[in-house]
T-cell receptor, first 112, second 118 residues
Framework: DTEVTQTPKHLVMGMTNKKSLKCEQH?????MYWYKQKAKKPPELMFV???????INESVPSRFSPECPNSSLLNLHLHALQPEDSALYLC???????????FGPGTRLTVL | AQSVTQPDIHITVSEGASLELRCNYS??????LFWYVQSPGQGLQLLLK??????LVQGIKGFEAEFKRSQSSFNLRKPSVHWSDAAEYFC????????????????FGQGTILTVHP
């Protein structure tokens, strides 16, 4: 089973709201990733967690706050977002950092 | 820094025709390579991957790709396209053996949108 699940599927939020995106995998993978994908663009890496520790932060604004509570879960906390943050947010996981990444279906975020 | 070029933004083929999507990468270290497919509003599905060994790799849905180190290419092929293959295809490269902050980082090409005519 190579399934990565993400909730919610769609999210609409105002610029003053606080919300969270959730990602879960039960494949025993030790690396997890957040990507942002704008329309008609490729995914852009935001964060990498390896063994539950933040390994890469691609200079993402602090209004995005990742969290890895355990090896199966990855959250992305959102606060004071801007309309330009509207995008598809994809989560991925892999056995190790140099390994195949399996992607979830994404959360479609709209910031009003 | 690693980079990926997919020269064709949009390709249209007829159902049953053969398909080749081009991918060229640039990186000094040994690469590992992927092709992913994405339907509108969906996540990315892995089609195939190359890490080492046989340079012709087989994937799901009848796709194959050939790694050519001399040409820095990893083109995706399918002998007969089905209407359900219409989607966007992304080539991605990572660097084996790279240390530091690049370790495990994938770089994606801009994508090729495939349209299939009946």
């Amino acid at each position: 089973d190579t399934e990565v699940t993400q909730t919610p599927k769609h999210l609409v939020m105002g610029m003053t709201n606080k919300k969270s995106l959730k990602c879960e995998q039960h494949m025993g993978h030790r690396a997890m990733y957040w990507y942002k994908q704008k329309a008609k663009k490729p995914p852009e890496l935001m964060f990498v967690y390896s063994y539950e520790k933040l390994s890469i932060n691609e200079s993402v604004p602090s209004r995005f706050s990742p969290e890895c509570p355990n090896s199966s879960l990855l959250n992305l906390h959102l606060h004071a977002l801007q309309p330009e943050d509207s995008a598809l947010y994809l989560c991925a996981s892999s056995q190790g950092r140099v390994d195949t990444q399996y992607f979830g279906p994404g959360t479609r975020l709209t910031v009003l | 820094a690693q980079s990926v070029t997919q020269p064709d933004i949009h390709i249209t083929v007829s159902e049953g025709a053969s398909l080749e999507l081009r991918c060229n990468y640039s990186y000094g270290a040994t690469p590992y390579l992927f092709w992913y497919v994405q339907s509108p509003g969906q996540g990315l599905q892995l089609l195939l991957k190359y890490f080492s060994g046989d340079t012709l790799v087989q994937g799901i849905k009848g796709f194959e790709a050939e790694f050519k180190r001399s040409q820095s290419s990893f083109n995706l092929r399918k002998p007969s396209v089905h209407w359900s293959d219409a989607a966007e295809y992304f080539c991605a490269v990572g660097a084996l053996g790279a240390g530091g902050t690049s370790y495990g980082k994938l770089t994606f090409g801009q994508g090729t949108i495939l349209t299939v005519h009946p």
